[in-house]
């Protein structure tokens, strides 16, 4: 049963939710960028840098025996399948708007039986109130048009004395540059343009969650960064200049020299990406 306190009075709205991205009903996005989000989101959950920055905040979080968890944008599931294998873990689930998204979910976690994929909206849960011990948030607010709401669903379903953990990308510190006016730039910013609502969010994360009724622990940064070898962030030239070349700013011909000159920093030894994470551990009052 769902109660009826809200919070909406004391949430800040933190994002433009009328700024349109591919985020904002990835159910639309097209078969063949779907695709590549799903290799991108496989192959950053597979970094060792960002397995240390899940395994340092999970450190940080004191389960009961035994515990019902929820992931709420788990997109193919890897943060889902790193809970599932939690000792105290009972029950995973892990929601997604995304058929595709759950479809390769599925497919990837065979065989853990603690942890179920469901179809859902995170703005709405299809659950009780009181349900789980912990909620993961795992790089999805920086995405969501009003994140406060995906926050109350989470507070809702949350037991008292629950766990809420955000961890999320800090999209103001990305940069594929190695030097003043680097046409690379553009790259960045028309990619998060196009899939974040706020690159800023991180900044106020904390804040929002004091306001939907948390008690918020200490926010923590983490530094990534590529060099030499690329990583998942080298998939941001081509998601980068083929939405260039989408908006009318780039041509064909700009576009192929961008995606040139990144095959060329690769094998000159000079490629370089950095962008900072943060992540908060809050706790739902008695």
């Known amino acids: 049963m769902k109660n009826t306190w809200t919070g909406k009075s004391v949430c800040r709205r933190v994002t433009k939710p009328d700024v349109p991205h591919l985020f904002s009903d990835i159910t639309k ?25 899940l395994e340092s ?23 889902a399948r790193r809970l599932a294998s939690l000792e105290k873990a009972d029950r995973v689930v892990g929601l997604d708007p995304s058929p595709v ?10 065989g853990i039986s603690n942890l179920v994929f469901q179809e859902g909206d995170g703005r709405s849960l299809p659950f009780d109130d009181s349900s789980f011990d912990l ?16 926050i109350l669903e989470a507070r809702r379903v949350l037991k008292s004395g629950g766990t809420l953990a955000v961890f999320d990308c800090d999209f103001s510190t990305a940069s594929l540059s190695t030097g003043d ?16 609502h706020d690159r800023w969010f991180v900044r106020k994360m904390r804040g929002l969650l004091r306001d939907c009724g948390f008690e918020a622990g200490p926010l923590r940064s983490y530094g990534y960064a590529e060099h030499p070898e690329p ?14 070349m989408a908006s009318g700013r780039l041509g064909e011909s700009g576009a192929n020299a961008l ?15 950095q962008v900072s994470y ?9």
């Not at 992540?279 to 008695?286: A, C, G, L, N, Q």
């Open 231 to 244: 990583s998942f962030m080298f998939s941001w030239v081509e998601r980068g200049t083929d939405a260039l």
């Open 57 to 79: 905040y999970l450190s940080q979080i004191e389960l009961p025996d035994p515990a019902q968890i929820l992931e709420i944008g788990s997109g193919t599931g890897p943060v």
């Open 278 to 286: 943060a992540s908060v551990i809050s706790r739902k009052p008695d």
């Open 101 to 110: 998204f759950l479809a390769k979910a599925r497919e990837l976690a065979e």
């Open 259 to 273: 995606k040139a000159e990144a095959e060329r920093r690769v094998e000159a030894g000079q490629w370089y990406a």
């Open 181 to 196: 006016f680097d046409p690379f730039e553009a790259i960045v910013n028309v990619l998060v343009d196009s899939i974040v």
């Open 135 to 150: 909620v993961v948030l795992h790089t999805l607010l920086c995405h969501v048009p009003e994140p406060e709401l995906v």
């Open 29 to 53: 996005a097209p078969p063949d960028v779907l695709e590549v989000i799903v290799k991108t989101l496989e192959l950053r959950a597979a970094d060792p840098q960002l397995q240390s920055m």
